[in-house]
């Protein structure tokens, strides 16, 4: 099967089309004939040697943490749930031994998987997974109930998109950051004040909600200079790990709770991945697809990507 891997870690030019063998479904997994891998700034990290997911002897690393195409082969032992032809979409483990999802072809666990939004296409499924379940997990770590405020940074972004309009499915008034050139873009996705990103962002969330928020998600790792826009006793959902000792020790001042929000911890966790397509069958969620790709191309897209102010999220097509 063909894939897109690196043999070494560098910029976008190490990645490649490699040729590997084709997988099959075991006990109690399914396997997917992928149409399209979603391009996320986590797979640029990898790509670069970043993060713990490192190369591994002489076979090639392959990016990806999210995928969508058809159900083409079922193992022994699955429940029933999931048939050949079924569109799909799923979230990968890049730490898993196959790697990631760049590839023609990707054998998961039967529950990691879920059927795609009715509707869509390959490309736009793709891009929920990941960024769905990120945003997902942030707000449910910060357990607020209906009718809350809550401000949202980098709110254009697709990790900061999905937030936004989950917490609208979730009764919460949103508070939203952007550039002058998306306030058009993220008042489309339902928040319902959009102020200017910029330094002082926080003081311009206080002028609508004078007592605070109650929360924030920070998807644009704007860290410490957030706080101010958070009341007494509020809450902080960061990405990409915990708190730093300095932020944390000005959190704990004003009695804001910080928490991080880690994606994998639902991996395998269907039952989300099944919430995310009810709301966008419900039309709650908006799937952004930012450009597609060939295989040969991935180079390009990580390019772009890394350029910043990409909209959505960009696929590779297989």
């Avoid at 960061?238 to 639902?266: C, F, K, S, W």
């Amino acid at each position: 099967m063909r894939a897109v891997g690196l043999l070494r870690h560098g910029g976008p030019e190490v990645l490649r089309v490699v040729e590997l063998p084709t997988p099959h479904a075991g006990v109690g997994e399914v396997r997917i004939r992928v149409r399209a891998a979603g391009v996320n700034p986590a797979d640029t990290l990898i790509r670069a040697g970043l993060t713990p997911v490192r190369l591994r002897g002489a076979d090639p690393l392959l990016p990806g943490q999210d995928i969508a195409g058809t159900i083409d082969e079922v193992g022994p032992g699955t429940s029933g749930a999931l048939a050949p032809g079924d569109p799909v979409m799923a979230m990968i483990n890049p730490t898993r031994e196959a790697g990631g999802g760049y590839a023609e072809w990707v054998v998961l666990p039967e529950s990691w998987v879920a059927l795609a939004p009715a509707g869509v296409s390959h490309a736009e499924a793709a891009t929920l997974p990941l960024n769905g379940l990120t945003a997902l997990h942030a707000l449910d770590q910060l357990r607020l109930p209906p009718g809350s405020t809550l401000a949202v940074t980098g709110a254009a972004g697709a990790v900061g998109g999905y937030a936004v309009q989950l917490a609208k499915a979730a009764g919460h008034r949103v508070l939203a950051d952007a550039a002058p050139a998306d306030v058009g873009r993220v008042a489309a996705l339902g928040a319902d004040t959009t102020v200017t990103r910029g330094p002082d962002v926080a003081d311009q969330f206080r002028e609508h909600a004078p007592d605070g928020v109650d929360a924030a998600v920070d998807t644009a790792l704007i860290g410490g200079a957030l706080l101010p826009a958070v009341r007494d006793g509020g809450a902080v959902a960061l990405l990409r790990g915990g708190p730093d000792p300095v932020l944390l020790a000005q959190a704990n001042e004003r009695r804001i709770t910080m928490v991080a929000a880690y994606v994998h911890d639902y991996d395998g966790r269907r039952d989300k991945l099944d919430l995310l397509r009810q709301l966008a069958e419900e039309g709650k969620l908006t799937l952004r697809v930012a450009g597609r790709f060939a295989p040969e191309e991935a180079a390009r897209a990580h390019q772009l990507l890394e350029a910043g102010g990409v909209r959505g999220r960009m696929v590779i097509e297989f």
